[in-house]
Each structure stands twice: as C-alpha cells, then as structure tokens.
C-alpha cells in the first residue's frame, strides 16, 4: 500500500489525536462517531485513518496493515509489543491502572496473609506480572468490560482496572486500593513501514512530537 495508513480507536483516543494530526496537515475527512466508514480519508491525498477497536491497534501496525497507529501503554503491554517501534508517549487518554475493591475490603490484611486473591481484568498480564513482583499469589478472571460488576456480583474479591475521576468505582461503592501504574497513549509505528516509508513517516513523526503538550 501506498502513502500513510493510520490506525486509531473511535473515542477519547480519536478525539485528543486530531489536534496531534492538524500539527502534521492531516485532518481526517468524517467523523467516525457519525458516519459507519472504517476507512476515512483525510485532507492529505497519501494519508488515510482506518478505525479499529482499542485493543486491535497494535495488531494492525505489527503486521502492517496500518504503517502507525495510536494505543493506550495498558493495550500494548497486553499486546507485548512485538513488530511495533514506540517512538513517542503523546501524554494523550491519561488514567490510572489500579487494583479496586469494594469500601470495606481489607485489601492489606489479603495481601499479607498469603491466601490466593481472587482478582477480574481486562488486563490479565499486568495483573500478573504485578501481584507476581509483590509475590502475592492470585487467581485471574478474565474479563472484557463491566469490571466493575464482578467484586459486587461475587465473582472476584477486586479488580485490576483503568481509573481516571473515580466515579465509576464510586458509583458501584468501590475503592482504589492501589495504584500499579500510570497509563497514556503512545505512537506506535511499524518497525519494516519506518525503513521502507521512512520519508513520509518521518515528518509525520517530527510534527506530532512538536504538538505534543
Ligand atoms: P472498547 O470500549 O472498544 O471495549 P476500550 O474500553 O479499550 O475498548 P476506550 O474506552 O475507548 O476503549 O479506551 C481506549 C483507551 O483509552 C484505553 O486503552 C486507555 O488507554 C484509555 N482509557 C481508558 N479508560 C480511560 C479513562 N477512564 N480515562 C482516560 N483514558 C482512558
Ligand atoms: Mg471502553
């Protein structure tokens, strides 16, 4: 394929790029809240935007069909990274990750006592690797959305989860117990599409590093 292609998730991500994408003349021709296209063009003739769920990002630029795209560090540390060149964190969709329980729970006293913990996520590599590095033993349950329901609805005694105001959790009588880490979006770019596309990527690349707040 010929020109650009540009992977991004309809959204908060779609929204907080555009100011990132104006910086390098690229503006993309719809909005795809409104029309149902997956693939839009834009107001350079060898760019377009192709819409893609979150998580699928990654997998779109590491096997090429989409030379860049933009993901959550929650995604690509699910994803693990492999083909994908990571070049800026553009301080864009920021949250949290954090484990959450509901009020009352005493999360300290199960982390100490060394019984198994019984955790629902999304995000079960970094769960693991988390309660791993505290040497906590965990059972994992994998979810794909609602994490809030499962400690209410008893299928996990926490969750492992994104956070950014807290109103959800608050909403459903849960607390952050702890934060694991600090999350944004990054640039991800196709490692072969950077060597063979290098004088079209590269400005690309340069322009939103120079918008980046
Ligand atoms: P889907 O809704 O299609 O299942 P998703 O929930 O991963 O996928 P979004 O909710 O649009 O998609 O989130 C996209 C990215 O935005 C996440 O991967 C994360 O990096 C970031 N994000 C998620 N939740 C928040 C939040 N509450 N505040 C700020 N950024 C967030
Ligand atoms: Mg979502």
Redesign the pocket.
Same mark, same amino acid.
């Given at each position: 394929m010929s020109g650009i292609t540009i992977a991004l @998730? *309809? &959204? $908060? %991500?779609f929204e907080e790029t555009l100011p990132l994408l104006a910086a390098a003349g690229i503006v993309p021709a719809e909005d795809p809240e409104k029309s149902r296209k997956l693939i839009i063009a834009t107001s350079r003739a060898d760019v377009r935007v192709v819409i893609v $769920? !979150? @998580?699928d990002v990654p997998t779109y630029v590491q096997y090429g069909a989409a030379d860049m795209g933009i !993901?959550? *560090?929650? +995604?690509l540390l699910e994803h693990g990274g492999a083909g994908l060149y990571q070049p800026l964190d553009l301080k864009i !969709? $920021?949250?949290r990750m954090c484990v959450a329980a509901p009020a009352g729970f005493d999360y300290a006293a199960a982390v100490r006592q060394g019984a198994r913990l019984c955790i629902a996520t999304k995000y079960i590599t970094v769960a693991r690797e988390h309660f791993a590095a505290k040497g906590v033993h965990v059972d994992l349950i994998k979810l794909? &959305?609602s994490m809030e329901l499962a400690p209410l609805a008893g299928l996990a005694e926490a969750i492992v989860d994104? +956070? #950014? #105001?807290g109103a959800t959790l608050k909403a459903n009588n849960l607390v952050e117990v702890e934060e694991i880490m600090g %999350? =944004? =979006?990054r640039l991800i770019v196709n490692q072969a599409a950077l060597k063979m596309k290098r004088e079209l990527l590269q400005p690309v690349i340069a322009a939103i590093e120079g918008a980046i707040k």
């Amino acid at each position: 394929m010929s020109g650009i292609t540009i992977a991004l @998730s *309809k &959204g $908060r %991500i779609f929204e907080e790029t555009l100011p990132l994408l104006a910086a390098a003349g690229i503006v993309p021709a719809e909005d795809p809240e409104k029309s149902r296209k997956l693939i839009i063009a834009t107001s350079r003739a060898d760019v377009r935007v192709v819409i893609v $769920r !979150a @998580s699928d990002v990654p997998t779109y630029v590491q096997y090429g069909a989409a030379d860049m795209g933009i !993901a959550g *560090k929650d +995604v690509l540390l699910e994803h693990g990274g492999a083909g994908l060149y990571q070049p800026l964190d553009l301080k864009i !969709a $920021r949250c949290r990750m954090c484990v959450a329980a509901p009020a009352g729970f005493d999360y300290a006293a199960a982390v100490r006592q060394g019984a198994r913990l019984c955790i629902a996520t999304k995000y079960i590599t970094v769960a693991r690797e988390h309660f791993a590095a505290k040497g906590v033993h965990v059972d994992l349950i994998k979810l794909y &959305g609602s994490m809030e329901l499962a400690p209410l609805a008893g299928l996990a005694e926490a969750i492992v989860d994104l +956070v #950014s #105001s807290g109103a959800t959790l608050k909403a459903n009588n849960l607390v952050e117990v702890e934060e694991i880490m600090g %999350i =944004s =979006s990054r640039l991800i770019v196709n490692q072969a599409a950077l060597k063979m596309k290098r004088e079209l990527l590269q400005p690309v690349i340069a322009a939103i590093e120079g918008a980046i707040k």
